[in-house]
T-cell receptor, first 113, second 111 residues
Framework: GAVVSQHPSWVICKSGTSVKIECRSLDFQATTMFWYRQFPKQSLMLMATSNEGSKATYEQGVEKDKFLINHASLTLSTLTVTSAHPEDSSFYIC?????????FGSGTRLTVV | SQQGEEDPQALSIQEGENATMNCSYKTSINNLQWYRQNSGRGLVHLILIRSNEREKHSGRLRVTLDTSKKSSSLLITASRAADTASYFCATDGGSQGNLIFGKGTKLSVKP
């Protein structure tokens, strides 16, 4: 089946720095990639939808200038958390969508100290 | 936005017992899926049930769907300690074509 490779699986960074998370589709072309965020003991909430070759669509309350999404190719979507703060510490996970099927990356645990 | 509401939020049972988790949703759906998540890890897809199906089985899993009540249940029979995880229902129909997740049930199976 489809495979989405997400890196890194965990990262610890200092406040004020930026962190890039990559999601790579290994055996298919993903025109759309969903980015979810999961705070501790909570559910997954959609942050944004990245579309290859066009601007991402952000959910209400998600700062587009803070969470930069790039989907420059059909196999790679990236999420960059800029000027990270401790409150950005969360579990970030991507998912593609093909024919109403969804394949998730393995997730990235971000800890901002 | 979050659509599904699972109950219970937490469930603790003994190994060998059955575990039942329920999920309610708000909008029309094409399908509903159940996922499992071990602590701090990624999602594992368990089962998908389409809107025209009422019940589906997969191994020790049994899922029901009642579209008139906008609810679904996940039954895990003969639970094992390894079943300890959080379980989420997810419906299609997000405005971007995304899944909408419920709040999840944290299942603890004690040996």
């Amino acid at each position: 089946g489809a495979v989405v490779s997400q890196h890194p699986s965990w990262v610890i960074c200092k406040s004020g720095t930026s962190v890039k998370i990559e999601c790579r589709s290994l055996d298919f072309q993903a025109t759309t990639m969903f980015w979810y965020r999961q705070f501790p003991k909570q559910s997954l909430m959609l942050m944004a939808t990245s579309n290859e070759g066009s601007k991402a669509t952000y959910e209400q309350g998600v700062e587009k200038d803070k969470f930069l999404i790039n989907h420059a190719s059909l196999t790679l979507s990236t999420l960059t958390v800029t000027s990270a703060h401790p409150e950005d510490s969360s579990f970030y996970i991507c998912s593609d969508s093909i024919n109403y099927g969804y394949t998730f990356g393995s997730g990235t645990r971000l800890t901002v100290v | 936005s979050q659509q599904g509401e699972e109950d219970p939020q937490a469930l603790s049972i003994q190994e060998g017992e059955n575990a039942t988790m329920n999920c309610s949703y708000k909008t029309s759906i094409n399908n509903l899926q159940w996922y499992r998540q071990n602590s701090g890890r990624g999602l594992v897809h368990l089962i998908l049930i389409r809107s025209n199906e009422r019940e589906k089985h997969s191994g020790r899993l049994r899922v029901t769907l009642d579209t008139s009540k906008k609810s679904s249940s996940l039954l895990i029979t003969a639970s094992r300690a390894a079943d300890t995880a959080s379980y989420f229902c997810a419906t299609d129909g997000g405005s971007q074509g995304n899944l909408i997740f419920g709040k999840g049930t944290k299942l603890s199976v004690k040996p």
